[in-house]
């Protein structure tokens, strides 16, 4: 039970409350935040006006204000968190700057420095910027910044130190600078590292020349000349005289720069031809997207690294991709590939069972000797697949080998016969 003077004074509570939550109150205390952040003169100053508006943010959402007569109409609701919205971008605006914010800028040079490809133009147009920036924080700050060179790594380590040391203090800014008594320096410092920022945007990188100014840049067409100059796009040329001077480098350069069909066939031929071990990483890369022209090149090469890659689509089912596949490893040569060979002799495709059985002649393990015995021997198996698996013997060379295969000297078949004569003439050598 409760007497009067209670019941008295849940009336004003809650009168209390209605009257802080009343829109036009509400509107009132916003204009109270808003003058507040306009007099601050400190950090705390507007921790106190972002305190009141994070107030005035929980009461309008805790109000139960009344809803617009039109339908189109903004309700106050809708008012007041529009405003809040404003004047907390006000708040931001109002904040600062800070040493932090100088600090973020320059760390982004120094790592802009260190990791960017300058032109040759470029380079000494980046490192100015720099130096303009550190001339200007020790004239800032009456210290000295100087780079221990004029290199960029060291330039970037320089800038590193003057973020470094505005944040976290120093023998040049004890404690680091504050953002109310050190707000002019800060200001200075800013703006003399948003004038690095825009250096460092205008310096010439590596990316910004065309295809054919990075290659020009790279000597790429030193050894053209007007009396080779014989096709068209020059490029050509260019790799024509690559390929007769055995400059598989050169070649792979262009085969990175230039994507039309055009140059890439043309670059993929040469470096086929050249079968050269430069060209391997490039071709390795690429032959794990299936491209059966690097697969070609990498059967060239000859380098064993490829193999691990290659078995793995000696099984695709996709015949085209098996037979060069197939012939690439045999022209490697590892006997690591020949477990996976063997077993594409009992693919459903003779074309692909045919080559399994000289790509298996080729490498010369003579663990391959029964198998392709076994094929030789099967009066069911394609003419084309025995006489694949007979010119493998007389590949592989050894007796057993040559054996094998002379048995077959009066085939059914004329190509088995063949190979079976030259199996007899090596063994009776």
């Given at each position: 039970?409760?007497?009067?003077?209670?019941e008295?004074a849940?009336?004003?509570?809650?009168?209390?409350?209605?009257?802080?939550?009343d829109?036009?109150?509400?509107?009132?205390?916003?204009?109270?935040?808003?003058?507040?952040i306009?007099?601050?003169?400190?950090e705390?100053?507007?921790?106190?006006?972002?305190?009141?508006?994070?107030?005035?943010?929980?009461?309008?959402?805790?109000?139960?204000?009344?809803?617009?007569e039109?339908?189109?109409?903004?309700?106050?609701?809708?008012?007041?968190t529009?405003?809040?919205?404003?004047?907390r971008?006000?708040?931001?605006?109002?904040?600062?700057?800070?040493?932090?914010?100088?600090?973020?800028i320059?760390?982004?040079?120094?790592?802009?420095?260190?990791?960017?490809?300058?032109?040759?133009?470029g380079?000494?147009?980046?490192?100015?910027?720099?130096?303009?920036?550190?001339?200007?924080?020790?004239?800032?700050l009456?210290?000295?910044?100087?780079?221990?060179?004029?290199?960029?790594?060291?330039l970037?380590?320089?800038?590193?130190?003057?973020?470094?040391?505005?944040?976290?203090?120093?023998?040049?800014?004890?404690?680091?600078?504050?953002?109310?008594?050190?707000?002019?320096?800060?200001d200075?410092?800013?703006?003399?590292?948003?004038?690095?920022?825009?250096?460092?945007?205008?310096?010439?990188?590596?990316?910004?020349?065309?295809?054919?100014?990075?290659?020009?840049?790279e000597?790429?067409?030193?050894?053209m000349n007007?009396?080779n100059r014989?096709?068209?796009?020059?490029?050509?040329t260019?790799?024509?005289?690559?390929?007769?001077?055995?400059?598989?480098?050169r070649?792979?350069?262009?085969?990175?720069?230039?994507?039309?069909?055009?140059?890439?066939?043309?670059?993929?031929?040469?470096?086929?031809?050249?079968?050269?071990?430069?060209?391997?990483?490039?071709?390795?890369?690429?032959?794990?997207?299936?491209?059966?022209?690097?697969?070609e090149?990498?059967?060239?090469?000859?380098?064993?690294?490829?193999?691990?890659?290659?078995?793995?689509?000696?099984?695709?089912?996709?015949?085209?991709?098996?037979?060069v596949?197939?012939?690439?490893?045999?022209e490697?040569?590892?006997?690591?590939?020949?477990?996976?060979?063997?077993?594409?002799?009992?693919?459903?495709?003779?074309?692909?069972?045919?080559?399994?059985?000289?790509?298996?002649?080729?490498i010369?393990?003579?663990?391959?000797?029964?198998?392709?015995?076994?094929?030789?021997?099967?009066e069911?198996?394609?003419?084309?697949?025995?006489a694949?698996?007979?010119?493998?013997?007389?590949?592989?060379?050894?007796?057993l080998?040559?054996?094998?295969?002379?048995?077959?000297?009066?085939?059914?078949?004329?190509?088995?016969?063949?190979?079976?004569?030259?199996?007899?003439?090596?063994s009776?050598?």
């Amino acid at each position: 039970m409760s007497n009067g003077d209670d019941e008295n004074a849940e009336d004003a509570d809650a009168s209390e409350e209605t009257t802080a939550l009343d829109a036009d109150t509400l509107e009132s205390r916003l204009d109270d935040v808003e003058s507040a952040i306009e007099a601050a003169e400190t950090e705390a100053d507007l921790d106190d006006a972002e305190a009141d508006l994070d107030s005035v943010e929980a009461d309008v959402e805790a109000a139960d204000l009344p809803e617009p007569e039109e339908e189109d109409e903004e309700s106050r609701e809708e008012q007041l968190t529009s405003r809040i919205e404003e004047l907390r971008g006000a708040l931001e605006e109002a904040r600062g700057p800070y040493a932090e914010d100088v600090q973020d800028i320059l760390d982004e040079a120094a790592t802009k420095l260190r990791e960017t490809r300058w032109t040759e133009d470029g380079e000494p147009d980046a490192a100015t910027a720099a130096e303009t920036f550190l001339d200007a924080a020790g004239e800032e700050l009456d210290a000295d910044f100087s780079a221990a060179s004029d290199e960029l790594e060291d330039l970037a380590a320089a800038l590193e130190d003057v973020g470094e040391t505005i944040v976290e203090g120093g023998s040049a800014v004890e404690g680091g600078l504050d953002p109310d008594e050190d707000a002019e320096t800060i200001d200075a410092l800013l703006e003399a590292a948003e004038e690095l920022e825009t250096g460092l945007e205008d310096a010439e990188e590596w990316s910004d020349l065309t295809v054919v100014e990075q290659l020009r840049a790279e000597g790429f067409y030193d050894r053209m000349n007007s009396e080779n100059r014989k096709d068209y796009p020059p490029e050509l040329t260019v790799i024509r005289v690559a390929e007769s001077e055995n400059d598989p480098e050169r070649i792979v350069q262009a085969l990175e720069k230039f994507e039309s069909d055009f140059m890439q066939e043309n670059c993929i031929d040469a470096l086929r031809r050249l079968g050269s071990e430069e060209a391997f990483d490039i071709m390795h890369e690429r032959a794990q997207k299936r491209n059966r022209p690097e697969i070609e090149v990498l059967g060239k090469i000859g380098d064993e690294r490829a193999v691990d890659t290659l078995v793995e689509y000696v099984d695709s089912g996709n015949p085209p991709l098996q037979k060069v596949t197939l012939r690439a490893l045999g022209e490697i040569g590892s006997e690591d590939a020949t477990q996976a060979v063997a077993n594409a002799l009992a693919d459903e495709q003779s074309v692909v069972r045919s080559q399994a059985a000289r790509a298996l002649g080729l490498i010369g393990d003579t663990r391959a000797i029964d198998p392709l015995s076994d094929v030789l021997g099967d009066e069911s198996e394609e003419n084309e697949v025995r006489a694949s698996a007979a010119w493998a013997l007389v590949q592989i060379g050894t007796e057993l080998a040559l054996e094998a295969a002379a048995e077959y000297d009066d085939d059914r078949a004329y190509t088995v016969q063949v190979e079976a004569e030259k199996a007899r003439d090596a063994s009776a050598a």
